[in-house]
Structures are given as C-alpha cells and as structure tokens.
C-alpha cells in the first residue's frame, strides 16, 4: 500500500493546478483545493488496502463525492463492492467509475475533481 506522503506528492506535483496546500494530520491527509472545498484521503491502519478519497465540495449546499473500498454492507448490492462511489451524495451510491489499484484510482479521483472544477467555472 502506498504512504500518505506518497499520496501527498501526487497531488501536489501532478495536480498542482487544483491543489493549492495540504496537510497530514494524524494518518490522514486533507489536500486543500484552489477552489471548491478540499478532499480528504484516509488510509486504514487496521484494514488493509482500504482507502477513502472524499471531496467536499464547500461552495455548495453539501455536495460530496467520495471513492472508497471500505466493506459497507448498505452498499453490498453494487456490482464493484466493496469499491464503490458516492456521486454527489452519501446515499447516491454506484459501482466504482475509477481503477481499483490505490495509485492508480486516487490519480484517477484527482482527475475527476479537476475536471468537475472547469465544468463548474465554464459560464453558462
């Protein structure tokens, strides 16, 4: 499994242009975006290779979008379980749309958050 600090490095090299800051605070890391709100990543210190990416999307009235693999029977029923995405919401929840590899989904997830953000600043 990858470190946080791994993780960190990603996102601040790879995504610099949404990542403005970030911070490790006790095993987990909250990476603060140029706009739109922050995301969280946690990795287990108990389960294995179980993960959570969480987008907290602050200039909204309480949009989040969060991957993770943690086992939630509520969510025992998606066809990618225990990998599982909440789009836009706790209880909208669907199959995985990102790699289920940590390294791989997490560049992925980052990709997803930088798309939403041009969508988001595009006029309408």
Not at 32 to 46: A, E, R, T
Not at 54 to 67: L, P
């Amino acid at each position: 499994m990858p470190s946080i600090d791994e993780l960190r490095k990603i996102a601040e090299i790879e995504f610099a242009d949404i990542v403005k800051d970030s911070l490790i605070v006790d095993h987990k890391l909250r990476i603060f975006l140029v706009k739109h709100g922050f995301i969280d990543v946690s990795l287990s210190q108990k389960l294995p290779d179980k993960f959570g990416f969480h987008w907290e999307v602050t200039d909204t009235d309480g949009t989040i979008f969060r991957y993770d693999n943690f086992p939630d029977k509520n969510w025992s029923n998606v066809s990618s379980y225990p990998y599982h995405f909440h789009n836009g919401s706790q209880m909208n929840v669907e199959a995985s749309p990102f790699p289920l590899a940590i390294l791989e989904g997490f560049r992925a997830f980052l990709e997803f958050v930088r798309v939403k953000m041009r969508l988001a600043d595009q006029p309408v």
